[in-house]
């Protein structure tokens, strides 16, 4: 939906709309463990003595009010434009920020940030996002927006998408830098959104930490879908109050942790504790599909809740279990293994251990079902399609209006084809697009009898512009994706429909053709359109 002036309104002259609109941002701060504004960050002093630096070191300080401390330091800046805004923010990033600290009778000075000078440095700026700014917009509300979404990305996708504010491809994982300085992506896309809405500094506040979420967010506990893999997650490493919270953590809990990007909602996360208790804490459920943060250290998060508390199992059960026992991830002590998945049988085998062990043992989630294809009643093509290939297509996400069947394309001399599903669809005449294409039939039982089909679903999917196609028969699935030098009929994945009973094999294949993969696509060629159209 878009901006609505009419319910924006009517929220802004209500008792709530002007409650929020003069709150301090502090208040716009989750307690999940954050102790806005005061945090944990490492900074560097260097000891000043009659005006002199002698000496310094690095010195990591629990209690520090950033927000307070770079309002402070910045408030001699002078910035009258965004652009100004945005090259200060670069230079803090680059440079760093200097200020005097007192810290035991002594005085030092204190540098956040510069990440030229250090190769990790523009971490401070990663985990400290929300001081930093809203110290920034204390001083420059015209310019500088808070960013308080730590470790909630996803929220800020969400109003985004919601509203249809654009925002750039994020960077990858190791891109600190980018990473670092990509709250600038955001801050102008607010601000533009802001001028173009008539908003006060205070207004787009509420807005995007008030309005927007309480406008689209649903209840984390709606029912969940059936899982479709089981994660590993570690915690409890240090002294980093893991242990505290998941040892209080109440049924409606919801908490965000490392994991895997591949998580769907509804998946089901076991928590092993590290240190230094060692043991299977807990089981989890993914609250939501995995998603990228470039603000959380460790770039992937998943938001999990409906926790069940089993008893403790500690790694000896584990390591002796005969089939857990040969796992690699066991040999290796769990060493990196965080946000990994484990099969369907290790969770079989760590229920069975639970039960064998303890006389009383919480109702555990369920496991991810085995959904069979009934191969042996395919009497033809279109048995193929409607008892094997839509089954599978509702199991990986979609919906009967997601596809289009015997989509007519025009190939050349007015000749007429139909390519038996597309997937990704744009059925606009004249216009015909789409992201994949799927051919079935009834057999393909030959090298030779592959290549004629693959031949025959290649000449659409290059018609439609398809980044994937995929062929189905009795015997199984075929998926090929374009590769540099495009189509190869050498270049697939292959999987039985016996195989894709199996939830591993169906997630595997859903990473792929899943309609969550297949939007993500069909987002980034509708940003490379809009792109084009704006240069033209």
């Given at each position: ?15 709530a ?31 000043v ?18 927000r307070?401390?770079i ?7 002078k910035i ?37 000078g ?26 500088f ?8 990305f ?7 998408r919601?509203?249809?504010i ?27 959104f ?10 787009l506040n ?9 406008s ?14 089981v ?10 109050g ?30 092993w504790?590290?240190s ?5 804490h ?12 470039p ?72 496991p991810?079902?085995?959904r ?12 193929v ?10 199991n ?23 390519p ?25 039982d ?27 028969a ?15 009929v050498e ?30 696509l069909?987002?980034?060629?509708s ?10």
């Open positions: 939906m878009e901006f609505n002036s009419f319910l924006w309104n009517l929220y802004r002259n209500s008792d709309g002007k409650n929020a609109i003069d709150r301090d941002i502090s208040e716009y701060i989750p307690c999940e463990g954050r102790n806005f504004p005061l945090f944990s960050v490492q900074l560097l002093f260097f000891e003595e009659h005006d002199n630096i002698v000496e310094n070191d690095v010195h990591v300080t629990n209690l520090v009010d950033l307070k401390l309002a402070e330091s910045s408030i001699d800046r009258t434009s965004l652009d100004e805004a945005e090259a200060f923010f670069i230079e803090i990033a680059d440079y760093g920020l200097t200020w005097d600290f007192e810290k035991d009778g002594k005085t030092f000075e204190v540098v956040f940030a510069g990440g030229k250090s190769a990790d440095a523009y971490g401070d700026v990663i985990v400290a996002i929300d001081g930093l700014t809203a110290g920034l917009h204390d001083i420059y509300p015209d310019f927006l808070p960013y308080l979404f730590p470790r909630r996803d929220v800020l996708d969400n109003i985004c919601t509203f249809d654009s925002l750039p491809e994020l960077p990858g994982k190791l891109q600190k830098r980018e990473r670092a300085i990509y709250y600038l992506a955001i801050n102008r896309a607010f601000q533009d802001r001028k173009n809405h008539g908003l006060s500094p205070q207004e509420a807005f995007l930490y008030d309005f927007a979420p309480s689209i967010s649903p209840s984390n506990y709606v029912e969940l879908p059936p899982p479709s893999r994660w590993f997650v570690i915690g409890g490493t240090g002294e980093n893991d242990f505290e919270y998941l040892d209080s953590a109440e049924r409606d809990a919801v908490s965000y942790w490392q994991g895997s990007l591949e998580t769907r909602r509804g998946d089901i996360v076991l928590i504790c590290a230094p208790r060692s043991y299977l807990s089981v989890w459920r993914a609250l939501n599909n995995g998603f990228i943060d603000y959380f250290y460790y770039y992937t998060m998943i938001r999990i809740g409906y926790p069940v508390k089993i008893p403790p199992l500690p790694f000896s059960e584990f390591s002796r279990h005969p089939l857990l026992g040969t796992k690699p991830s066991v040999r290796a002590h769990f060493q990196g293994r965080s946000g990994t998945a484990i099969s369907l049988e290790e969770y079989s085998a760590i229920c069975d251990l639970l039960r064998q062990k303890y006389t009383e043992v919480p109702q555990l989630p369920s991810p079902e085995v069979e294809f009934p191969v042996v009643d395919i009497k033809n093509e279109r048995g399609e409607h008892k094997l290939l839509e089954p599978l297509l509702l990986l996400g979609y919906s009967e209006n997601d596809w289009v069947r015997q989509l007519s394309v025009r190939m050349g001399r007015g000749e007429r084809n139909y038996d599903y597309v997937l990704g669809c744009d059925p606009r005449p004249g216009e015909e697009s789409g992201i994949v294409v799927i051919e079935c039939k009834f057999d393909i030959s090298k030779k009898e592959l290549k004629e089909t693959f031949i025959q679903a290649k000449s659409y999917a290059l018609r439609l512009q398809a980044s994937i196609l995929a062929l189905a009795r015997r199984g699935l075929w998926v090929f994706t374009q590769r540099s030098e495009g189509f190869s270049h697939f994945i292959f999987k039985t429909w016996s195989e894709l009973s199996h939830p591993d094999a169906l997630h595997a294949v859903s990473l792929i053709i899943g309609k969550r993969a297949i939007d993500k069909a987002e980034q060629r940003k490379v359109c809009r792109r084009a159209n704006s240069r033209a």
